[in-house]
């Protein structure tokens, strides 16, 4: 619209919220505490390591077991981790849980599925990596599944300092 000589302009009530500069304050103080309270929770968070030793000797039991663990651990609020050592390193490669289901349990690929959706973190250990698991082939490097990382003992130690550990 082109505004000439002579013709009056439109009125329109509009109104405006101002934010004071005090507002803006306390809104960041607000946000700042809310943080503090969460890192001081997370701080404060039990750590839970569920230590997974067995391999599919079992039929995959134990390692339901173990993942059901974690499952529990993480919905009671713990910083829970497994971490796959020596012979329980066998879970940490593509194909290993797909077929595996305990009586009365959800499928072990399921449950791994799930702690980590659920925010835990899977480690095998660094010197057991293609090491323990027993290739099935001699020499044949197996595919780790992309969540499953690479820790040293001393990482996992770490993480039990004031927490809880069980092995399946």
């Given amino acids: 619209m082109f505004i000439t ?12 919220e101002v934010t004071h500069w005090f507002d803006i304050d306390s809104q960041i103080r607000l946000l700042a505490k809310s943080e503090a309270a969460r ?19 079992d039929g995959g039991k134990r390692a339901t077991l173990a ?4 499952c529990a651990a993480i919905a009671m609020e713990l910083n829970a981790i497994v971490f796959l050592i020596g012979d329980g390193s066998y879970w940490a490669y593509e194909g290993a849980s797909d077929d ?14 799930t702690f980590l959706d659920l925010g835990g973190n899977i480690y095998i250990c ?3 990596d293609q090491v323990c698991s027993v290739p099935d082939e001699v020499g044949a ?16 130690l770490t ?8 092995t399946f």
């Fill in 5 to 16: 000589e002579g013709m009056k302009m439109p009125e329109y009530e509009t109104e405006i």
């Fill in 39 to 57: 890192l001081e929770d997370e701080k404060n968070k039990k750590n839970y390591v569920v230590m997974l030793t067995a391999d599919n000797a």
């Fill in 67 to 70: 993942f059901s663990a974690a």
């Fill in 100 to 113: 595996v289901v305990a009586k009365g349990f959800p499928p072990l690929r399921e449950l791994m599925d």
């Fill in 126 to 128: 660094a010197t057991c």
């Fill in 141 to 156: 490097v197996k595919a780790r599944l992309p969540a499953i990382q690479p820790r040293g003992l001393a990482a996992i």
């Fill in 159 to 166: 993480h039990m300092v004031g927490g809880t550990s069980v």
